[in-house]
């Protein structure tokens, strides 16, 4: 199947701090990439979707100016989580769209565990 | 928002014995996709469905696509230790970009 790689794989850093991270879909083209959250013991939660070239959709109580998302090529987005606070501490998976003639299918990363102190 | 029931929730085998779960909705769902994660890790897709009544096998897995397009289950057969993890069903609706997930199936095995 289809490869996305996440960078970093995981982070620790200060309250008050910025993150960035990478997602990035090896051997496809994605115009579509997705941003989840996870917490222990639950489900992926979606934060945003991102098209390339255009701005996010955000879903419901994410915080844009929070979850900066950019997608400027079809094979790379990035999540910078501002000002980060220890609540966003999260796992966070990116997922990007492989679209090919009638069938479309969506692959994750291996995720990036944020812990701010 | 939109939700698909995914169960059982969790599941307690021997090694050998074969495993059944499935995802319903009240939505008619275009595709549907079944993953498995590990711990720490994201998930890993196992099986596509793209068709009312497709039913494909991936090894020792094999997952249908409900024929009224509101269900799919999984199936896993001879279950082994590696099978531990948990199994999420995710449905796309018709025109929609994002995906819907299951609350997960949290599979444990008893060597």
């Known amino acids: 199947g289809a490869v996305v790689s996440q960078h970093p794989s995981w982070v620790i850093c200060k309250s008050g701090t910025s993150v960035k991270i990478e997602c990035r879909s090896l051997?496809?083209?994605?115009?579509?990439m997705f941003w989840y959250r996870q917490f222990p013991k639950q489900s992926l939660m979606l934060m945003a979707t991102s098209n390339e070239g255009s701005k996010a959709t955000y879903e419901q109580g994410v915080e844009k100016d929070k979850f900066l998302i950019n997608h400027a090529s079809l094979t790379l987005s990035t999540l910078t989580v501002t000002s980060a606070h220890p609540e966003d501490s999260s796992f966070y998976i990116c997922?990007?769209?492989?679209?090919?003639?009638?069938?479309?299918?969506?692959?994750f990363g291996p995720g990036t565990r944020l812990l701010v102190l | 928002g939109q939700q698909l029931n995914q169960s059982p929730q969790s599941m307690f085998i021997q090694e050998g014995e074969d495993v059944s779960m499935n995802c319903t909705s009240s939505s008619i769902f275009n595709t549907w996709l079944w993953y498995k994660q590990d711990p720490g890790e994201g998930p890993v897709l196992l099986i596509a469905l793209y068709k009312a009544g497709e039913l494909t096998s991936n090894g020792r897995l094999t997952a249908q696509f409900g024929i009224t397009r509101k269900d799919s289950f999984l199936n896993i057969s001879a279950s082994i230790p590696s099978d531990v993890g948990i199994y999420f069903c995710?449905?796309?609706?018709?025109?929609?970009?994002?995906?819907?997930f299951g609350q997960g199936t949290r599979l444990t095995i008893n060597p």
């Open positions: 051997d496809f083209q994605a115009t579509t």
């Open positions: 995710a449905g796309r609706l018709e025109g929609a970009q994002k995906l819907v």
């Open positions: 997922s990007a769209r492989e679209t090919g003639g009638r069938q479309e299918t969506q692959y």
